[in-house]
Every structure is written in structure tokens, then in C-alpha cells.
């Protein structure tokens, strides 16, 4: 199965501020996911990652707050914009190696302060 | 609307006990069913999953869950569990698609000696 990095594995911010939080694959994927986690809470969909085109977001997520760039098919980021404390969370990217499976990243653990 | 149902926040069970950790589902069309573990400060593993065939799926770490269309439920089970098995459990389900992976609110599974 494919080898997923997050980057960073934890930050913590100052509220108002961007982070911006990598995702890499070791081999070519087609559709690429990224997803956040609060506190106590379960997985929620941010958007697909469309290589070579904007993303694709679930109601409730806008790409102001979350832009999302998928320059290939190896690679996506989510960028976290103007932070508050409730963008505290996991965030998670996953891959689909297969038309209906998710494998998924180790997370990236942000703290808004 | 697809939903994914896990009635119980937490499961305690005796090291060498059985386990069981409870899952229903709703979905338009042939469900895909899935079990996914995370363990403190990591991220989402696949365990196992339900597409087509044989009722009763194996995966990893001695796992295997029973998919029952009559009563839409996917419940998870260990024979024997284990201290190292306590950590978090998320059942998903789609109808297909691998975008459109709907996550339950997890369960907490703590294994005692």
C-alpha cells in the first residue's frame, strides 16, 4: 500500500495567523482527500483534491478558509487560513487506492491559541 | 443520505475476553463497509472491509467483522483481545464512491488485564 507524510506532524498557532500543511504520497494516486477531526469528534471531508484543478468542497467548507492546492499526482496541500481556536483539530489526508478504499495519513495535530 | 451508526461511546472488555464493537448503516444501493483504528496520537488504519461476497471479513490484527444486510449492521469483532487493542474505532460506509466515505462518531475500546 502507498507510503502517506504529513507535514508538520503538530503546530501550535496564534489565532489569525495561516499554516499551511503538506501531504505526500509515494506513488501516483488519482483522487486525494483531505479531512478534519475536532476534539472528540469524528472524520469530516474538507474537499477532494483535484490534480490539476480547484477542489472540490463539502458544504460548509469554503476555499477561502481552506484553499487546497494538488500541483501532481504525488502531492496536495491544505492551507488553514486566518485561524481561530475552533480550527483546532486533526487534520487528515487520505488517498483512494482503489475506487471505494481510504487509506489515510498520520494526521497533522494544530493547536489555535 | 448515507449515515453510519455506532451506539456505544465505549466498550470495555477483559484481556482473553471476546470483543464486539457495535455498527449499523444507512445507504442508498450496496453498501461498502469499513473499520478503521486509530490509536492515541496517530493517525486512521485500515482494518478491514466489507464490498461483495462472503459475509464475514477478515483483517488485520485478528479482526474480522460480519456484515448482516437484514439488520444493516457491520459489527466488528476480536475473539481474544488484547491490552495493545485499546484505541479508537470508526465504522464508514459508501455507496460506492470512495468521495463519499461517511464516518461514525467512533467507539473507545479499553482492553484490561
Known amino acids: 500500500s502507498a507510503v502517506i507524510s504529513q507535514k508538520p506532524s503538530r503546530d501550535i498557532c496564534q489565532r489569525g495567523t495561516s499554516l499551511t500543511i503538506q501531504c505526500q504520497v509515494d506513488s501516483q494516486v488519482t483522487m486525494m482527500f483531505w479531512y478534519r477531526q475536532q476534539p472528540g469528534q469524528s472524520l469530516t471531508l474538507i474537499a477532494t483534491a483535484n490534480q490539476g484543478s480547484e477542489a472540490t468542497y463539502e458544504s460548509g467548507f469554503v476555499i477561502d478558509k481552506f484553499p487546497i492546492s494538488r500541483p501532481n499526482l504525488t502531492f496536495s496541500t491544505l492551507t488553514v487560513s486566518n485561524m481561530s481556536p475552533e480550527d483546532s483539530s486533526i487534520y487528515l489526508c487520505s488517498l483512494a487506492v482503489s475506487q471505494e478504499t481510504q487509506y489515510f495519513g498520520p494526521g497533522t495535530r494544530l493547536l489555535v491559541l | ?113
Open chain 2, 1 to 113: 443520505a448515507q449515515s453510519v451508526a455506532q451506539p456505544e461511546d465505549q466498550v470495555n472488555v477483559a484481556e482473553g475476553n471476546p470483543l464486539t464493537v457495535k455498527c449499523t448503516y444507512s445507504v442508498s444501493g450496496n453498501p461498502y463497509l469499513f473499520w478503521y483504528v486509530q490509536y492515541p496520537n496517530r493517525g486512521l488504519q485500515f482494518l478491514l472491509k466489507y464490498i461483495t461476497g462472503d459475509n464475514l471479513v477478515k483483517g488485520s490484527y485478528g479482526f474480522e467483522a460480519e456484515f448482516n444486510k437484514s439488520q444493516t449492521s457491520f459489527h466488528l469483532k476480536k475473539p481474544s483481545a488484547l491490552v495493545s487493542d485499546s484505541a479508537l474505532y470508526f465504522c464508514a460506509v459508501t455507496a460506492g464512491t470512495a468521495s463519499k466515505l461517511t464516518f461514525g462518531t467512533g467507539t473507545r475500546l479499553q482492553v484490561t488485564l
